[in-house]
């Protein structure tokens, strides 16, 4: 199985730009569909974006669509999130996760097989 570990979380200003990473350890990465998730007090975990196993589709929660990319590098085992623009309603723990079904891009947590332990993203409004 994949471990996952996410970093790059922190306090940012409304407006401003972070870029999360997550470093997956125990398997080639290139075998897994990625995605990144979101919680937020008192919510159920959403969708945010998720990448293909190549790199070569993206998709993207409609709230932040524009405004974050995700990307990854399979030759580091590593993938990211850029985020920009961001507004108080960003505000969440991220959680990057791996998906090792054949499926190209997925949207919903149960699509997803392993999970890492997530990073706080706080954006000051």
């Known amino acids: 199985q994949v471990q996952l570990v996410e970093s790059g979380g922190e306090l940012v200003q409304a407006g401003g730009s972070l870029r999360l990473s997550c470093a997956a350890s125990?398997?080639?990465?290139?075998?897994?569909?990625m995605g990144w998730f979101r919680q937020a007090p008192g919510k159920e975990r959403e969708f945010v974006a998720a990448?293909?196993?190549?790199?070569?589709?993206?998709n993207y929660a409609d709230s932040v669509k524009g405004r974050f990319t995700i990307s990854r590098d399979n030759f580091k085992n590593m993938v990211y999130l850029q985020m920009n623009s961001l507004k108080p309603e960003d505000t969440a723990v991220y959680y990057c996760?791996?998906?090792?079904?054949?499926?190209?891009?997925?949207?919903?947590?149960?699509?997803?097989?392993?999970w890492g332990q997530g990073t706080q993203v706080t954006v000051s409004s």
């Open positions: 996760a791996a998906d090792k079904s054949f499926r190209v891009v997925g949207r919903f947590v149960n699509e997803y097989d392993y």
């Open positions: 990448i293909s196993r190549n790199g070569g589709r993206t």
């Open positions: 125990g398997r080639t990465l290139s075998n897994y569909g």
